[in-house]
């Protein structure tokens, strides 16, 4: 493996084409040429980098990121938790993610949404951290609700949470979703179901952890996330016992 | 290889709460700054030219809710060089007519890199992120990989931000369509 080769290519079996027509909004938003192949040079290999600096100490706890003192978000108060890796299993450490999701009712804090659900005043919907050296992060914040959208039918979105990934490359940029366990909404979302396999829509399903849960207070629920490693040949995956 | 990598799902219309939250209406959000409003920090040497333009859906309606990030080398064409994000940009387009405006310094050619800068594109309706690049009309091309793996010179011209006034170009994005901008799997 090396550490300053191009990134190895985007899986496309496991990332969902541009065009899925049961999404609607794919419809007119779906390049119809093909993708041109690249050979990565020094600005793909290369990406921003964000400090400790840029995060604030509440940024990671969207239960109070947001509220007034002494004041919390409403909805039943989770942990989301888990490592940034690439495919070698390797940490990506450093790494700035964002999340932003709906209030426990199912109802974005932004000028478009218009949904019947109320908006919650100490709750605004969205943080950020850094990953640690191992990859590790985690943050705070209430279980956000499903909610219907316009598609053309009776669609609702499964509760999610919208993840923004930095990696240590421009080719690893990566804004994805994470769905929880159990959730029925995901079998029928014509957005989860852009995706092809559905082991890649279980991955992007965070597990109940209650190794982590903490009594009398909240649970926690595990979700990792993997980017394109770099220089990963199948003769090197054999040396190394992959 | 022992994991596969994470699928992508759309950023959604509602994208800017999470990564430009004074755009989504939360002004007091992170001290009220958003990330990669500023491209380079203050004092790093170059010439100051405006990118602006729109983008487009397959009907030739502007897209009003996408998110477009920027990567660039310096004047002396290197990456990362001026601070750890220095020469990343993130603009929301703007709900009226999908305009966006990038105040940056001119990139220089990079090894055999014509002068560019990166973009991606994220909205609703976009399951995968769009790569694409901003070349210049007015410098050189030379013998830029993409440019010249592109044959068909409509195609290749969507990637040619044109020259418009002292400082500014203009660069417009076509998702779809006869005007199909040209996106790359980097
Ligand atoms: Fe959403």
Known sequence: ?242 | MSHSQSASQTAGPYVHIGCTASVAGLENMYGGCDLGADIFPPNVPGQKIVISGQVFDGAGDPVLDAMLEFWQADATGRYGANGPSGGWARRAVDAEAGRYRLETLLPAASGEEAAHVKVWVVARGINLGLHTRIYFDDLPQGQDPILVAIKDPGRRSTLIAQRSGDDGYIFDIHLQGDKETVFINV
């Open chain 1, 1 to 242: 493996m090396s550490d300053n080769g191009p990134f190895n290519s985007q899986d496309m079996s496991l990332q969902p084409p541009a065009l899925t027509p049961d999404y609607r909004s794919s419809r007119l938003r779906a390049p119809h040429h093909k993708l041109l192949s690249l050979e990565q040079g020094a600005g793909e290999l290369a990406g921003p980098a964000f400090g400790q600096d840029v995060i604030g100490p509440n940024d990671n706890n969207l239960i109070i990121n947001y509220a007034a003192p002494g004041a919390a978000a409403i909805g039943e108060q989770i942990m989301v938790h888990g490592y940034l890796l690439d495919e070698n299993a390797r940490p990506v450490p450093e790494a700035l993610l964002e999340f932003w999701q709906a209030n426990a009712g199912g109802r974005y804090r932004h000028k478009k949404d218009s949904y019947l659900a109320p908006l919650d005043p100490n709750f605004g919907g969205c943080g950020r951290t850094i990953t640690d050296e191992m990859g590790y992060f985690s943050f705070r914040t209430v279980r956000p609700g499903p909610y219907p959208w316009p598609n053309g039918g009776n669609d609702w979105r499964p509760a999610h949470i919208h993840f923004s990934c930095f990696g240590q490359g421009w080719a690893q940029r990566l804004i994805t979703q994470m769905y929880f366990e159990g959730d029925p909404h995901i079998q029928l979302c014509p957005i989860v179901q852009t995706i092809p396999d559905p082991k890649a829509i279980e991955r992007l399903t965070a597990r109940l952890d209650m190794e982590h849960t903490v009594p009398m207070q909240f649970r926690a629920f595990r979700f990792d996330i993997v980017l394109r490693g770099r220089g990963c040949t199948l003769f090197e995956n054999k040396l190394e016992g992959n």
